[in-house]
């Protein structure tokens, strides 16, 4: 099996994002994967359907549609979900505003704000 997770159908299940009630959100797939100003890599999901969601810090509505997710642990990486369909991975969730241009090889954190804990695995 090839070893990078572009092109997986995902499943990212909030577990925090600071309200009593994380919303459910629909399956993706990780479209790239970009390296963060922090050296590590992150990786694209653009999900199946946009969701509208309340956002915890401000109580406006916002669009989850672009997610960006890397794995919690410095170092770690998306690899048990490529080796298993029963494995995940606990990643921290950023929804980006604007999708990183292709020539660009590094993710602006200021386009995208993080928001959620969560977990990551593979659907099929």
Do not use: C
């Not at 549609?65 to 029963?86: E, K």
């Amino acid at each position: 099996m090839d070893s990078s997770p572009v092109g997986l159908r995902v499943q990212i299940t909030i577990d925090d994002d600071g309200s009593s009630d994380p919303p459910s959100l629909p399956p993706g797939t990780i479209v790239r994967r970009v390296m963060g100003p922090d050296r590590e890599i992150y990786y694209l999901v653009r999900l199946d359907n946009p969701i509208r969601s309340r956002h915890v810090k401000t109580g406006e509505d916002w669009i989850l549609s672009n997610l960006v997710i890397a794995p919690n642990f410095q170092g770690g990486t998306l690899r048990p979900i490529i080796l298993s369909v029963n494995d995940y991975v606990t990643v921290g969730i950023i929804n980006l505003f604007a999708v990183p241009d292709l020539d660009d090889p590094v993710l602006d954190f200021s386009k995208g704000q993080y928001f959620a804990t969560g977990k990551v695995k593979r659907t099929i």
